[in-house]
């Protein structure tokens, strides 16, 4: 069994379905167990949607250079400093390095915007909310054809689901009908693709009786994805869907 702290540090690459099947088994085992680290999950959850919405070009320009001509002022200190002081050389080079860190904070906060461009904003995914958060409309599927839909329901009859599939330039969007699951469960869905990749797509608090709809994205092209999984925070597994 492996310890919290390893489970937190792997939990980024788990919800982006990086982790190899025997990793993943622990992180998964330790998550059932865990109530702390199963929060976490939930919060990380929605990060592969919102890392599917940033294109190439979102980050060429957020990009920003520092100038060349301060790099160098630091460098010239830093040599300075080193033939003043060569016994203390580890310290200076940190400070050095967290000087030019800071320095290129500061240069691209003031840097200045092009008119028509907006600044891009990449932000950490905020926690899950106790309702369904209401998304962009998805993008329509080619040719008028209506989206494809698939469905699942438990042995039992009490949970069954449906998943809506929208194409998009970058993934697939997704729109989840849920019903039986018991009020005060945390869940997410996640999409399973072709080669057994995993990715969290969505996470969602289910605050009252009856049939619920949430939304998601994932990276996965439509003709890629094999099921989604729902799961509760602790790891178990409410319903497979088969894609």
Same mark, same amino acid.
């Given at each position: 069994?492996?310890?919290?702290?390893?489970?937190?540090?792997?939990?980024?690459?788990?919800?982006?379905?990086?982790?190899?099947?025997?990793?993943?088994?622990?992180?998964?085992?330790?998550?059932?167990?865990?109530?702390?680290?199963? =929060?976490?999950?939930?919060?990380?959850?929605?990060?592969?949607?919102?890392?599917?919405?940033?294109?190439?070009?979102?980050?060429?320009?957020?990009?920003?250079?520092?100038?060349?001509?301060?790099?160098?002022?630091?460098?010239?200190?830093?040599?300075?400093?080193?033939?003043?002081?060569?016994?203390?050389?580890?310290?200076? =080079?940190?400070?050095?390095?967290?000087?030019?860190?800071?320095?290129?904070?500061?240069?691209?906060?003031?840097?200045?915007?092009?008119?028509?461009?907006?600044?891009?904003?990449?932000?950490?995914?905020?926690?899950?909310?106790?309702?369904?958060?209401?998304?962009?409309?998805?993008?329509?599927?080619?040719?008028?054809?209506?989206?494809?839909?698939?469905?699942?329901?438990?042995?039992?009859?009490?949970?069954?689901?449906?998943?809506?599939?929208?194409?998009?330039?970058?993934?697939?969007?997704?729109?989840?009908?849920?019903?039986?699951?018991?009020?005060?469960?945390?869940?997410?869905?996640?999409?399973?693709?072709?080669?057994?990749?995993?990715?969290?797509?969505?996470?969602?608090?289910?605050?009252?009786?009856?049939?619920?709809?949430?939304?998601?994205?994932?990276?996965?092209?439509?003709?890629?994805?094999?099921?989604?999984?729902?799961?509760?925070?602790?790891?178990?597994?409410?319903?497979?869907?088969?894609?």
């Amino acid at each position: 069994m492996i310890d919290c702290s390893a489970v937190r540090t792997a939990l980024g690459a788990h919800v982006l379905g990086a982790l190899d099947p025997g990793e993943r088994a622990r992180v998964e085992e330790h998550l059932a167990e865990c109530r702390a680290c199963a =929060a976490e999950l939930a919060v990380l959850a929605p990060l592969p949607g919102l890392l599917a919405k940033v294109t190439e070009r979102d980050v060429e320009q957020a990009a920003v250079q520092p100038p060349a001509h301060l790099l160098d002022r630091l460098l010239a200190e830093v040599a300075r400093e080193r033939r003043r002081q060569r016994a203390r050389l580890g310290v200076v =080079a940190a400070a050095a390095a967290a000087a030019v860190a800071a320095a290129v904070a500061a240069f691209a906060g003031l840097a200045p915007r092009e008119a028509r461009t907006p600044p891009v904003a990449i932000t950490s995914p905020a926690p899950v909310t106790p309702a369904p958060v209401p998304t962009r409309p998805p993008t329509p599927a080619p040719s008028g054809a209506p989206a494809p839909v698939v469905s699942a329901g438990a042995a039992d009859g009490r949970v069954a689901a449906s998943v809506e599939m929208r194409p998009r330039a970058n993934g697939t969007d997704l729109v989840v009908r849920l019903r039986g699951v018991p009020r005060g469960t945390r869940c997410s869905l996640v999409a399973v693709s072709r080669d057994d990749g995993r990715e969290y797509t969505s996470s969602w608090f289910v605050d009252y009786y009856g049939p619920a709809r949430y939304t998601g994205m994932t990276s996965f092209p439509r003709d890629q994805i094999k099921a989604f999984e729902i799961v509760t925070a602790d790891g178990r597994t409410l319903l497979r869907i088969p894609a």
